[in-house]
């Protein structure tokens, strides 16, 4: 299992997950039904909508299967799938500079991955302060839709 740890600047209520390769998530992905699962996704990248405009701490966990799952420890989960045909990963803010952004070293192909949101009533109304955290999981496995398993409602 690989485990990591970032501490990035969700700029524009965001955080990017992307194969090295891709060209992001362009703008017109954030559907309202995008902002209501909280995440816009293409083919290899995805962008995590956060509660803060601010440094929010993400956890990133590449496992051989899926974790076990435990819903009522979560505010917010998400699954979706990512393709990573250069098999390196970035996660990075969506204003960081991408050639100097965190990578992983993760084999080539389809990953299912879980986005998991926790603490996001902590927020304060002016979306700068609060104890928000995101966990991204990830597992290989086929392209699967875009699924909410459990939705955070304001």
């Not at 969700?10 to 039904?33: H, M, P, Y």
């Not at 902002?35 to 496992?63: I, K, Q, S, W």
């Not at 420890?73 to 204003?95: K, N």
Request: hydrophobic content about 45%; charged content about 30%; glycine content about 6%.
């Amino acid at each position: 299992m690989i485990t990591s740890e970032f501490k990035l600047f969700a700029d524009f209520f965001q955080f990017l997950v992307q194969d090295e390769w891709s060209a992001g998530v362009d703008g017109d992905l954030w559907t309202e039904d995008a902002m209501r699962a909280r995440l816009a996704r293409g083919v290899d990248a995805f962008a995590v909508r956060t509660a803060r405009n601010m440094h929010v701490p993400v956890e990133v966990l590449v496992n051989n299967k899926p974790p076990k799952l435990d819903l009522s420890s979560w505010d917010h989960v998400v699954e979706l799938s990512i393709d990573l045909p250069s098999g390196r990963l970035v996660v990075a803010g969506c204003s960081d500079y991408l050639p100097e952004a965190e990578r992983l070293v993760l084999d080539k192909g389809h990953y299912q991955a879980r986005v998991l949101y926790s603490n996001l009533d902590s927020v304060y109304s002016d979306g700068l302060d609060g104890d928000d955290r995101y966990r991204v999981e990830l597992w290989k496995g086929d392209a699967k839709p875009l699924k909410v398993l459990k939705e955070f409602v304001v």
